[in-house]
């Protein structure tokens, strides 16, 4: 992958970071076992890799516009339901087909409304080095995975933190993949709290360059020391 990740042993102490507090070394800030949460998403060590998903916390008005959109989408798809029910109950007889007509079209609008109201509006990713593959998901509010798109890991050209711009106001972890023409984004956030994750990324994805940089701080430290 191209460049090199940044030093981030220590937090940058300007960050808003949330659970992250000034001088935190890097291995301190996520739990070794179980979830961590940060003010941007929440970090849970796997076997292999980790999982982090964005705070829903940070969605509130997506998550209006989910409800809105699905209570939407049930009304219309169930209300024709009951109206047909209504009538041949009433009337005993069936409706004519023009009604029956309105009345799909109508069930099959509402369908389509609360599909897209529950696509998901929060990233979750995955890296899993025993897989070989970086997985991408959007959840909605209950949790449930409606996009899911799985990149290998030979596939990947490189990873960066996009900084937040006048257009934007947070940072965003993507990937560049072979194939394709736009970036991949897999988690957004915090600009520090994204970089903290962009380095755990690149310490698993390729642990000899973490050992390598390791060596040299060790290395550093051990020449300091020995100047009188």
Known sequence: MRGQCPNLDMINPESRCGDVKRGSAVNKVFKSQGETQLSSYSFSPIKGGFIAKERLERFRAEAITEI??????????????????????????????????????????????????????????????????????????????????RIDNKDIQSVYVQRPGIDRDSAKLCLRVKGRNWPVILIS??????????????????????????????????SRGAVV
């Open 68 to 149: 809105a959109l699905r209570s939407v989408g049930i009304i219309l798809t169930v209300g024709p339901v009951f109206f047909l029910v209504a009538i041949v109950t009433m009337a005993g007889v069936l409706p004519e087909a023009s009604v029956l007509i309105a009345s799909a079209m109508c069930s099959a609008v509402g369908l389509l409304i609360y599909a897209y109201g529950s696509r998901g509006f929060r990233r979750q990713m995955s890296l899993d080095t025993n897989k070989g593959q970086v997985s991408v998901t959007k959840i909605n509010l209950n949790g449930t995975t409606r996009i899911d798109y």
């Open 189 to 222: 956030g915090g600009l520090h709290e994204v970089r903290l994750l962009h380095r755990v990324f690149c310490d698993t994805i390729a642990p000899q360059q973490k050992a390598q940089r390791q060596g040299r701080t060790q290395k550093d430290t051990h």
